[in-house]
């Protein structure tokens, strides 16, 4: 390892070891999942909670707020008895790109994988394979099932509208999959807040959840010099961190992005780059720590 990347993994390291992820808990999506105690909703409000965290935090979660609220405290049994004639009424309204129909396929999509696996975990481990590299060919198998369910039933027809796609992305048309890469970190990685809850699949077959805040400190921090966020952008980042930490790269993933999510990063504001926590300087250091103490209350 080189020096850089010493002074790079001491830094993050003691970020990682000092964050309070317990107070950051409630502005993002996996407060969601963290309401439940039975892994078999765990795992479905956080697939739902995942599918529609995009956009802006405060604007997402009320989407998601709607959904569970009509599941009677209990989504895995209430999507696995979801019938979309009778209960596809109960959610009639849209979120962005979703139309209310896509957001009951969406739904109803949950309702045939629980019906055909049992569990969302078992419909995804059918396409995971050991020798994989990354999650890349299992998620695009988990995807291709999907997209192969008919939606007649919501639709009328068997077809797949772009409101619905755009739930489902795949890393063979090169999106870097950022809300499925983040419901399988939750589920898979046992650390932290993160819940632990799928086995079978090392921590360091994940890919990091790509957004906007996490592609933007990577490129700060010299983990890509890529300008797409893409798959590949994604899996070089990842890549970038597993020379940190080769068997729990993605343990760095919430902290980082919430240190954009929260405003923390300056980055593009004048001496904003200067006085971040990253450059290592003890009083920067100082007084981005106060200021992410005050963010996090």
């Known amino acids: 390892m080189t020096r850089e990347k010493q002074r790079l993994k001491k830094i993050l390291d003691k970020y990682y070891r000092e964050y309070n992820f317990k107070r950051r808990i409630p502005h993002d999506p996996i407060e969601f999942p963290h ?9 479905v409000s956080g697939f739902i909670a995942s599918c529609l965290a995009y956009g802006k935090v405060e ?15 209990n989504p895995h049994a209430f999507f696995l008895d979801f019938d979309a004639k009778r209960d596809g009424p109960l959610f009639s309204f849209k979120y962005r790109f979703n139309e209310s129909r896509d957001i009951v396929c969406l739904l109803f999509i949950i309702h045939k994988l629980l019906v055909k696996y049992s569990s969302l975990n078992n419909a995804f481990m059918r396409h995971y394979r050991s020798r994989d590299e990354n ?3 299992a ?10 369910i008919n939606t007649m039933k919501v639709y009328r027809e068997n077809i797949h509208p772009p409101g619905l796609t755009q ?13 499925m890469n983040l419901f399988l970190r939750w589920m898979i ?27 933007r400190i990577a490129r700060c921090l010299g983990l890509t010099s890529r300008r797409s966020s893409d798959w590949k952008t994604a899996v070089e980042i990842t890549d970038a961190l597993k020379t940190l930490d080769p068997e729990d790269p993605l343990k760095y993933d919430f902290a980082l992005c919430h240190h954009g999510i929260s405003g923390l990063c300056k980055q593009g504001v004048d001496e904003g780059c200067r006085q971040c ?13 106060l200021r992410l103490s005050s963010v996090q209350q």
């Not at 604007?59 to 405290?73: D, H």
């Not at 926590?277 to 720590?289: A, I, K, L, M």
Request: some cysteine; proline content about 8%.
């Open 35 to 43: 309401r439940y105690k039975n892994p078999e909703d765990i795992e």
């Open 59 to 73: 604007l997402f979660k009320p989407v998601v707020e709607k959904i569970l609220s009509r599941t009677g405290g």
């Open 135 to 137: 999650m890349a060919n």
């Open 139 to 148: 998620i695009s198998g988990f995807i291709n099932d999907i997209m192969s």
């Open 167 to 179: 739930l489902f992305p795949s890393p063979v048309n090169g999106s870097a999959c950022k809300r």
């Open 189 to 215: 990685r046992h650390r932290d807040i993160d819940f632990g809850i799928w086995d079978g699949i090392p921590e360091n077959k994940l890919v990091i959840p790509l957004d906007t805040h996490i592609a």
């Open 277 to 289: 926590r990253f450059s290592g300087s003890p009083q920067t250091v100082r007084e981005t720590e």
